[in-house]
């Protein structure tokens, strides 16, 4: 035997002793990664979304984000709603029963629509926002970006994840959505470091556009791109978004018939964050904290939105 094929042989196990060190600690630095839980549309599932009950039930049940979803009314202001439009959680048809457009939004038939943006923040603060959910939440009011902005950030430690929603429908309408998001940013100077270290602050958008935008604008607070797309997903899709975006958050069926793409994502240096948990949809696991549970630690997930911040497992829930 030549000096060296043994040297070879005496240095191969420590080189592979060496890269098992090496991913045993890797594997061990992401699981104890702390699980992030995001409230989506606040505690939604005990209190009516988007309202000063549910994002302040959200704080009170420890989740680590409240999310606002932002539209814009007519004066241009960002207001904290869901939908593009207000039938759905407010009493809008019956104060304005005129005021509806006929319009094809996502169902792509033309319907009656009572759109966000053909009503000024005064008409909407009128509009009972919380008796569709359950009559003693009559009268709750939808919050403005600011009052959400204010609301949370007196309780330090708690973040905000905003997404902006449709800014190709505004700026069809000659409004730029992500300017006034950017502006109310740089106004409550959400995204300089001190106030980030004390109200952490994600963004979030469907559209690719804006994600392109806020990391120019705002390059010191994370974006996460949503997809429900399983092109979205595929090695290269995900090398490119990593130019600019610092997350990806599939939705969780996405993930479920494409688990190996959290690895993917993270060796592309992406976070991976899913939706939506709730507990009042039927699915194949014993219950809704079991459901987060595989895909945190099973799957790998780094976070995930849920309408149940306090059935949100902080450990492996194993059964």
Same mark, same amino acid.
């Given at each position: 035997?030549?000096?060296?094929?043994?040297?070879?042989?005496?240095?191969?196990? $420590?080189?592979?002793?060496?890269?098992?060190?090496?991913?045993?600690?890797?594997?061990?630095?992401?699981?104890?990664?702390?699980?992030?839980?995001?409230?989506?549309?606040?505690?939604?599932?005990?209190?009516?979304?988007?309202?000063? $009950?549910?994002?302040?039930?959200?704080?009170?049940?420890?989740?680590?984000?409240?999310?606002?979803?932002?539209?814009?009314?007519?004066?241009?202001?960002?207001?904290?709603?869901?939908?593009?439009?207000?039938?759905?959680?407010?009493?809008?048809?019956?104060?304005?029963?005129?005021?509806?457009?006929?319009?094809?939004?996502?169902?792509?038939?033309?319907?009656?629509?009572?759109?966000?943006?053909?009503?000024?923040?005064?008409?909407?603060?009128?509009?009972?926002?919380?008796?569709?959910?359950?009559?003693?939440?009559?009268? =709750?009011?939808?919050?403005?970006?600011?009052?959400?902005?204010?609301?949370?950030?007196?309780?330090?430690?708690?973040?905000?994840?905003?997404?902006?929603?449709?800014?190709?429908?505004?700026?069809?309408?000659? %409004?730029?959505?992500?300017?006034?998001?950017?502006?109310?940013?740089?106004?409550?100077?959400?995204?300089?470091?001190?106030?980030?270290?004390?109200?952490?602050?994600?963004?979030?958008?469907?559209?690719?556009?804006?994600?392109?935008?806020?990391?120019?604008?705002?390059?010191?607070?994370?974006?996460?791109?949503?997809?429900?797309?399983?092109?979205?997903?595929?090695?290269?899709?995900?090398?490119?978004?990593?130019?600019?975006?610092?997350? %990806?958050?599939?939705?969780?069926?996405?993930?479920?018939?494409?688990?190996?793409?959290?690895?993917?994502?993270?060796?592309?240096?992406?976070?991976?964050?899913?939706?939506?948990?709730?507990?009042?949809?039927?699915?194949?696991?014993?219950?809704?904290?079991?459901?987060?549970?595989?895909?945190?630690?099973?799957?790998? %997930?780094?976070?995930?939105?849920?309408?149940?911040?306090?059935?949100?497992?902080?450990? =492996? %829930?194993?059964?």
């Amino acid at each position: 035997m030549s000096a060296v094929h043994v040297l070879t042989r005496s240095l191969f196990p $420590a080189a592979l002793s060496l890269v098992l060190l090496a991913w045993t600690a890797l594997h061990a630095q992401q699981a104890a990664r702390a699980k992030e839980a995001i409230a989506h549309r606040g505690a939604s599932a005990y209190r009516p979304e988007h309202t000063e $009950a549910a994002y302040r039930l959200a704080m009170d049940q420890k989740v680590d984000f409240v999310e606002q979803d932002l539209g814009v009314t007519k004066d241009g202001q960002l207001i904290c709603i869901h939908d593009d439009t207000l039938e759905r959680t407010t009493n809008v048809a019956t104060v304005f029963p005129d005021r509806s457009t006929t319009i094809a939004l996502a169902s792509r038939t033309p319907a009656k629509h009572w759109l966000v943006n053909d009503f000024t923040l005064a008409e909407i603060k009128r509009l009972d926002a919380g008796s569709w959910f359950k009559p003693e939440f009559a009268g =709750a009011r939808l919050l403005t970006f600011q009052d959400a902005i204010d609301l949370v950030r007196a309780r330090p430690g708690f973040g905000m994840y905003p997404e902006l929603k449709s800014p190709q429908l505004y700026k069809s309408r000659g %409004i730029d959505q992500v300017k006034l998001f950017v502006d109310a940013v740089k106004k409550n100077g959400l995204e300089r470091t001190d106030s980030l270290k004390k109200t952490p602050v994600i963004i979030q958008s469907f559209d690719e556009e804006a994600i392109h935008r806020v990391s120019v604008d705002l390059p010191a607070i994370p974006r996460v791109f949503l997809t429900s797309n399983d092109d979205d997903v595929a090695e290269p899709r995900l090398r490119a978004l990593a130019k600019f975006a610092t997350g %990806i958050a599939p939705e969780k069926v996405v993930i479920a018939r494409h688990p190996e793409m959290v690895a993917r994502a993270h060796a592309a240096g992406l976070t991976v964050t899913s939706w939506t948990f709730r507990s009042d949809e039927k699915t194949e696991y014993a219950d809704v904290a079991a459901e987060m549970s595989h895909f945190l630690y099973d799957l790998g %997930i780094d976070a995930l939105f849920t309408n149940n911040p306090d059935l949100f497992p902080r450990r =492996a %829930i194993r059964r």
